[in-house]
């Protein structure tokens, strides 16, 4: 007796005329871990790296810290800007005192805050894409976090919101240490990261 061989099929979602939405977004089942919705379309994220990791735990840490008490921080959660974008910041700052442990995003109007660390995979969406799309939604501070060279150390440029342009302005880029005053008083040591 021969035995059959083993057949794999792969079931792609075919996208709607128009392009997904964020209703289709939180409902389509099966969909992997930390699908993002931009421009209607979903993108699949890669497995992450240890760099990328570390450095958030590093800064969700360092945030909460410091953060008020009207502020939550959050990582790897969904951010609906409208009806065609919802993309995960690696991290958020949100402005509420009380949230729903069942809830799957956050309305950008919450938002003071999103952080990208930028992956290999991702690269032209973390620099280019997301910051637009977060300063055209309204999103007061942005943060771009990269590694420095081949080492495992981050660097961090600190971006305001630019009301006049709906644009991001760069304030500072920091090397050792982050310290700023905006959105609230933060002091997180970067060189931290040699021991986690």
């Known amino acids: 007796m021969t035995a059959e061989p083993l057949r794999t099929t792969t079931s ?25 919705l931009i421009d209607g379309s979903l993108v699949f994220v890669s497995p992450q790296r240890d760099f990328h990791s570390i450095v958030i ?19 790897e959660m969904t951010v609906k800007l409208d009806e065609r974008n919802a993309p995960e910041p690696d991290i958020c700052v949100v402005r509420t005192s009380e949230i729903d442990p069942d809830q799957t995003y956050f309305d950008v109007a919450d938002v ?5 660390v930028v ?19 309204g999103i007061q501070h942005f943060w771009l ?35 700023l005053s905006v959105p609230f008083d933060i002091d997180i040591d970067l060189a931290d990261v040699d021991n986690l």
């Open 12 to 36: 792609w979602p075919v996208p709607p005329k128009d392009g997904y939405t964020v209703d289709d977004l939180l409902t389509l089942p099966g969909l992997p871990p930390h699908t993002e």
């Open 57 to 75: 735990d590093m800064l969700v840490a360092g945030l909460r810290r410091t953060a008020p008490p009207e502020v939550r921080v959050r990582r």
């Open 112 to 116: 003071c805050l999103a952080v990208e």
């Open 119 to 137: 992956s290999p995979d991702s690269e032209s969406r973390d620099r280019d894409t997301k910051p637009h799309k977060y300063a055209r939604a």
């Open 145 to 179: 976090v990269e590694r420095a060279g081949t080492d495992k150390h981050p660097v961090v440029r600190v971006y305001d919101l630019s009301e006049d342009t709906q644009s991001y302005a760069l304030v500072g880029i920091f090397h050792e240490r982050l310290k």
